[in-house]
């Protein structure tokens, strides 16, 4: 049975009309395929990030490396999944150059697209645990921050989130 864009069509998370280009912030989290704990595990609520983790943790402490006008306030990688607070600002970088205009989608592809080709290296040269097809899952899961009230809930949230592993995963 092949699958029928028009008989099940995906469910839409996004705002309808909204613009992603958007300045703003962006709490996203996307999980691997089958959710499939590959980044390392949590004991009595301490992360301990298993050698993909540790590069996967890099890949976004360094993102504004990548991206000129995006940067991550606040994550953490997860055994199975990352919770990120992204930040798209509009800048220019001189005073002669257009302004930047990165998408959160784009954003979040390449954050998949690269730690999947890194993901895959780790596989046969290092022999990390493999994945079925693809790491990640199929899309993400944003919440656009509109109000400043709810950020410093929202980077606590992240921050705390080991300590919620062992009641979330039972």
């Given at each position: 049975?092949?699958?029928?864009?028009?008989?099940?069509?995906?469910?839409q998370?996004?705002?309808?009309?909204?613009?992603?280009?958007?300045?703003?912030?962006?709490?996203?989290?996307?999980c691997?395929?089958?959710?499939?704990?590959?980044?390392?595990?949590?004991?009595?609520?301490?992360?301990l990030?298993?050698?993909a983790?540790?590069?996967v943790?890099?890949?976004?402490?360094?993102?504004?490396h990548?991206?000129?006008?995006?940067?991550?306030?606040?994550?953490?990688?997860?055994?199975?999944h990352?919770?990120?607070?992204?930040?798209i600002?509009?800048?220019?970088?001189?005073?002669q150059?257009?302004?930047?205009?990165?998408?959160?989608?784009?954003?979040?592809k390449?954050?998949?697209?690269?730690?999947?080709?890194?993901?895959?290296?780790g596989?046969y040269?290092?022999?990390?645990?493999?994945?079925?097809?693809r790491?990640?899952?199929?899309?993400?899961?944003?919440?656009i921050?509109?109000?400043?009230?709810?950020?410093?809930?929202?980077?606590?949230?992240i921050?705390?989130?080991?300590?919620?592993?062992?009641?979330?995963?039972?």
């Amino acid at each position: 049975m092949t699958f029928d864009p028009f008989k099940n069509p995906r469910k839409q998370i996004r705002l309808p009309g909204y613009n992603y280009k958007t300045p703003g912030y962006y709490f996203v989290t996307f999980c691997t395929e089958k959710r499939l704990c590959l980044f390392g595990k949590i004991i009595n609520g301490n992360l301990l990030h298993s050698e993909a983790g540790k590069l996967v943790h890099r890949i976004f402490k360094n993102l504004r490396h990548f991206y000129f006008g995006v940067h991550i306030d606040t994550f953490v990688v997860m055994p199975d999944h990352i919770h990120a607070i992204i930040v798209i600002r509009q800048e220019r970088q001189s005073p002669q150059s257009p302004l930047t205009g990165h998408s959160l989608a784009d954003v979040i592809k390449n954050i998949k697209t690269y730690t999947t080709t890194c993901y895959t290296k780790g596989v046969y040269q290092k022999n990390w645990k493999p994945f079925c097809k693809r790491l990640w899952q199929r899309g993400y899961y944003e919440i656009i921050i509109r109000d400043p009230k709810s950020l410093p809930r929202i980077r606590k949230y992240i921050i705390q989130n080991p300590l919620y592993w062992k009641v979330s995963k039972k």
